[in-house]
Each structure stands twice: as C-alpha cells, then as structure tokens.
C-alpha cells in the first residue's frame, strides 16, 4: 500500500530547513566542529523559583489528570503581566486564551477563521508557520514586502483593492523573526485604522516582546486604541523565561476571535500539564528583574557579533530587538550557497534568508544563541572563510 501526504501537507516548503539540518549532519560526521546559529531555541534557563514550582506541584498526584485548558491562576498572571509590563487591561476571562506556545495558536487559528479562497496577508519576510498555517487552511497568502528602505514596515496602500475585498485576515510582527525591526504607535494605529475599513482581523506576534534592546519602548499592538476590537495578540513564555520545551503560551485581545480558536481547541487538546501552568504563573508574577538581566546579556553577545563581523570587513545592522541577527549577504552569494558553504568551511550554521520568504533571498538569519566567546570565535572564523572566498562584502 502507498500512504501519500495530503495535497495541502504536500504544498508546505520545508525544504530548506531539512536541506540545512542534511548539512550540519555531514559536517559533523566529518568531524567539523559547529558552531550553531542556526535555531531559536534559547540556552539560557529559566529561575531556580519557576523551576522550584515545576518540581513541586509535580510532586502532587492529584495533578496528573487532563486540565482540559488554561486554570483561572495562568489568566490572571497574564493580565497581571500585560498591566505591569505594556500598560494593557485585560479581562481574565475572555481576552486570555492559553496556548500549547504561541505556535499552537498560530498554527490553528487559520483553520479557526479562513475558507477557502479567503486571503490572509503574510509579511515576506515572515516567520515560516504564518504562511503554512493559511496554505494547511486552503486560504490563500498574500505576501506584504517587508524592505529595508522602508523600516521593514507593509506599505498597506499598495495592496490591491480586489485583495482586500476577499481578506479575512492580516499578520504582523514586530519585533520578529527573521526581521528584527520594531513598528512605532503610529504605523499601529495605521493598521487598526486599515483593518476596520476593510474588515480585517489583525494578529500581531509579540513573542519576542521581552528581548527589546538600546531601551526602546516595547509596544504592545494591544495598548493602541480600537486594538482589542479588530485584533488579537499572540505571546509566549518559551524566549521571555527560557521556557521553549515547557510548551506554554497564548493569545490576548479580541474575545470572539479567542472563543473561536478555544472552540477549536476544544476537538483537537486537553490543556497543559498543570505543574506547567504552575511555573508560568509563578514567572508572569515574579519581579521580573531577570528579563532586565536577559536584555543585558543579549545585548552584549549582539554586540560582540556585530563588532566581530565589522572586523572581517561585513557591516551588518544592529538588532534593535529579537534573539537574531538578520544580515545582509555579500555579493556574489545566493543565501544558501553562502550558508551551506559557510558550514562546509568555517563550521558556523546560519539560516539562508530564503526559507522565510521570495524576500529573504540576500540574507542570513544568525541566531545569538551562543556565549559571548562563542559568538566571537563565529566572527573571526567567517571572517576568514570571508579572506579565503576573496569576498568583500557590501
Ligand atoms: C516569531 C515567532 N513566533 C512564534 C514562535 C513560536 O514560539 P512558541 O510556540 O515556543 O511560543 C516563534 C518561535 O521561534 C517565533 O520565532
């Protein structure tokens, strides 16, 4: 018998990261030594006190059964971190819905809200679920130009009329992944001005919300006036606590929009292993002094990149925000023939900047995901690899 994957599982790309994922293993049963920075995943931990009530309520029995969704305790902790931290009130109670990470809303909420033949507008570059998500749905993407001249933010008048008139829904992200720039309070009352006269939901990602860098102001989409009303917030505690493999996150804002994805839900988990909400809670309501900290040490090992790839003669632009670095190649190269060579030859992964959109092509994705020490030896070996591809970069 032939098993074949759906015609619409078939349509995903997901070649690259395969084909990348195909070069680190060779290199490494080559013997090359890696230095990876290539996943988001981060390395650093979470406090002893989120990990001290993890293993506690582990230790009550009771706790083993199905929570079925999100305990009052985790909405409230997340009211209480969107008051402290953005200046945003959230009722508890239904502009909270707690998500397996941000990707399980992501990834769902298409199937929750598009028919087929419905648009979703998608920024190219774009994190990769964004447009899966539509494709798995049957809708249909179309793609916003994030260009640098015009500080990676949509153009939304540029989009065609007869798009607008079969779209259902519009991502941003800001800052994101792999474009680290951030949008101001005016290009985000822009966009709730653009969805209400057209009629579109807004989903803003903020998972990367706690890794705002140089003390810029961390804009929640939800504190514009008229946000709650058109749109929906995703966040996470995987980056802000260093909680990725714990699976907890979940959306904010617009309460019919959150019951429909709950509704969905509803057919397809049985909520989060309750000690798991537990060390959530406890890190939405702690003092937050860490995310202080966190900010510190990105900063400092973007920096130490940065200024370690100036010295190979590679000027790239500084991250104002995110756990990347989104650079610009130098010419000569496609994104893939410079990170797949950049493996073979300096032991460093980075991500072709294809595998995030058409508009990626041109860049690298680097991940700051590695030591100070670490991130300055990747420097000096691209820097070589750089002298020996007689490369002189933009
Ligand atoms: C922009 C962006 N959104 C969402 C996610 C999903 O994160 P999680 O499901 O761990 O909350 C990621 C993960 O890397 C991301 O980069």
């Not at 300055?376 to 820097?383: F, L, P, S």
């Amino acid at each position: 018998m032939k098993i074949a994957a759906s015609e619409r599982l078939k349509k995903l790309t997901t070649g690259i990261f395969t084909e990348l994922a195909n070069k680190k293993r060779d290199a490494i049963n080559k013997g090359i030594d890696i230095i990876d920075l290539s996943v988001g995943s981060p390395d650093m931990t979470p406090s002893a006190y989120v990990v001290d009530a993890l293993v506690e309520h582990s230790k009550d029995l009771t706790k083993y059964g199905y929570t079925l969704k999100g305990i009052d305790e985790f909405n409230e902790a997340v009211a209480h971190f969107y008051k402290k931290r953005y200046e945003v009130e959230l009722n508890p109670h239904d502009e909270v819905l707690q998500l397996m990470g941000s990707q399980d809303g992501l990834s769902h909420l298409a199937t929750a809200i598009v028919n087929p033949g419905e648009y979703v507008l998608v920024p190219d570059p774009g994190y990769p679920i964004y447009e899966a998500s539509v494709t798995l749905a049957g809708g249909n993407v179309y793609p916003m130009p994030l260009l640098e001249e015009n500080g990676y933010l949509p153009k939304l008048d540029e989009i065609p009329l007869e798009i607008l008139q079969k779209t259902k829904m519009m991502i941003i992200s800001y800052p994101g992944n792999p474009v680290t720039a951030l949008a101001n309070v005016s290009f985000f009352e822009e966009v709730v001005t653009f969805a209400r006269k057209n009629n579109i939901l807004v989903v803003h990602d903020f998972a990367y919300s706690e890794l705002i860098f140089d003390s810029h102001p961390q804009i929640s989409f939800m504190s514009v006036p008229g946000a709650k009303e058109v749109g929906i917030e995703f966040n996470s505690l995987s980056k802000t606590f260093n909680m990725a493999g714990c699976r907890i996150g979940y959306v904010v804002g617009n309460p019919e929009t959150l019951s429909i994805l709950a509704a969905l839900k509803s057919h397809i988990d049985y909520g989060i292993f309750y000690p798991i909400q537990m060390a959530a809670v406890t890190a939405l309501t702690s003092d937050y002094s860490v995310l202080d900290e966190q900010v510190i040490e990105y900063e400092t090992r973007r920096d130490v990149l940065i200024s370690g790839l100036a010295q190979a003669g590679w000027q790239v632009a500084k991250s104002p925000a995110t756990m990347f670095v989104w650079a610009k190649i130098p010419s000569g190269w496609t994104s893939r023939e410079f990170a797949f060579t950049l493996i073979e030859e300096a032991g460093v992964a980075v991500v072709p900047g294809d595998a995030f959109g058409k508009l990626g092509e041109g860049y690298v994705r680097m991940a700051l995901v590695q030591s100070s020490e670490k991130l300055a030896e990747a420097a000096k070996r691209i820097e070589q690899f750089l002298r020996k591809n007689n490369q002189k970069p933009k």
